[in-house]
């Protein structure tokens, strides 16, 4: 999530399953903001030295180009990784399985699935098998030497990307636990947009600590956890 006031050189940079969402619903239009999407280059950085710019950039290429052009202060939004991991991967089964239903039966489904945590973990199991996907020398090989990974650890709600935080210097740090008081400070009410129901939460975590690949979550979870605890 992007969220740039040009006027107040500042900029507020997270993921998915941060409160990113709640941040977006307050802010007013003197804000440009995006969600998980692609940023394309022209439609923020509209004063650019670089002429005719059309190409979509990630956001973390985006943060960067954004740093260096308007030198904004850059806050960064950011939760326990466990616990949005579990929240992410909420929102991966329930995105998934919302297309394999029609709209009048997806609730009754999603309630079969949220009360079972033994079908909630062979989803999962599924998901991991037909996402995973040889590296190379990547980033995720070089850390964790596995030589294998799996498209999940790079979905929007759940990466691994508090190595980018910790590499913006001066950036300001939030947690969601302090949300609330950092929509005030910008002159907003805060409110709470796409907050997941806690029986939900309660059986994906249960079901995720049951399934094939938690030891294998554990692993690439470490390092993340580790910069969290460094900077909160």
Excluded at 50 to 64: A, C, F, K, S
Excluded at 109 to 119: A, F, V
Excluded at 185 to 202: A, Q, Y
Excluded at 207 to 215: E, F, G, R
């Amino acid at each position: 999530m992007l969220a740039l006031n040009k006027d107040k050189s500042l900029l507020i940079f997270s993921v998915g399953k941060t409160g990113s969402t709640s941040i977006q619903r307050v802010l007013d239009n003197s804000w440009l903001t995006l969600g998980e999407e692609r940023p394309l280059y022209s439609e923020w950085i509209t004063d650019s030295h670089i002429d005719d710019q059309q190409r979509y950039l990630t956001q973390y290429e985006m943060v960067d180009e954004l740093a260096a052009i308007y030198n904004p202060q850059i806050t960064c939004i950011i939760r326990d990784p466990w616990k949005r991991f579990v929240s992410g991967m909420k929102e991966v089964i329930q995105d998934y399985c919302f297309h394999l239903y029609k709209e009048d039966q997806f609730l009754e489904n999603w309630n079969r699935i949220m009360d079972d945590d033994e079908l909630c973990k062979d989803i999962i199991n599924g998901l991991y098998y037909l996402s995973e996907f040889e590296t190379n020398k990547t980033y995720q090989e070089t850390v964790f030497d596995w030589h294998r990974s799996f498209a999940i650890f790079h979905n929007y709600h759940t990466k691994n990307w508090l190595h980018k935080v910790v590499g913006l210097p001066d950036s300001k740090i939030i947690t969601v636990e302090n949300l609330d008081d950092y929509i005030t400070s910008l002159g907003f009410t805060p409110t709470r947009e796409n907050v997941s129901n806690k029986r939900d939460i309660k059986t994906v975590e249960s079901a995720l600590k049951k399934s094939d690949v938690y030891h294998l979550i554990e692993k690439y979870l470490e390092p993340e956890i580790k910069l969290f605890k460094s900077i909160t």
